[in-house]
């Protein structure tokens, strides 16, 4: 009854919008059912942390909102995909958690080519997927001021404030460009990156020549970390898991 009524408050103080709170993680939820949105934005409200719900009437008014954390996207309509398409072209930092009725080996090969972080499938209990937000939050160490201080990629330990690479030997002199690319490595564990995203990551979106330039700078990082493993996807781009 409590959780009932305290839904129904949510409801009545137009529960699509962002919660209230600061400092906590942001998720933004995309599904279109509004009934199943609602209790699932209630659970995620109950760990602190602020939800936004929206349809995929209204999905565009919050990409241009502030980024979340994490998003949650329903992968059943085709609204979902194409969110995460539009997700991957301007801001591939976000993490994405793919909820679906049926899982299909069609959308989830898509769905791990679009940099999806995570599956979950439908029905699954509210505390699952608090668990699997728990370890995507996790994977990014404390800030200060707002900035990152350290990462973890298998045994190298990226260092933000000295913009410096540790390994089990010690540190690890390199380019401003190679650190780059580790960091987005860092920040997409286990996702498959393409060519074209890691070089907008790492050259910015100004850089017009051809993508071949990303093989060349995995190949000189490689042979600095000998023991950072790099999984080379063909014809596509490249893939690090954590």
Known sequence: MEIQAQMQDRESKNWWQLSEGAGEPRINLLDEDAAYSQVVAYCLEQEGWQVQCCSPETKETWMQGDKPDVWVIDGDSAEGFQLMRELRRTEITVPVILTMAKERVLDRVTALELGCYDLVLKPFSPKELVLRLRRILASAKPSVNGKEME??????????????????????????????????????????????????????????????????????TRKKLYGLRVQTLYGYGYRVNG
């Open 151 to 220: 990462r973890t990629l298998q045994s190298y330990r990226l260092c933000y404030e000295e913009r410096s690479v540790i390994g089990n030997l010690g540190p690890v002199d390199l380019t401003n460009k190679e650190f780059a690319l580790l960091d987005c490595f860092a920040k997409h564990k286990g996702a498959a990156l393409s060519r074209e995203q890691i070089l907008h990551h790492v050259w910015g979106e100004s850089y017009f020549g051809s993508d071949r330039v990303v093989d060349d700078l995995v190949r000189r």
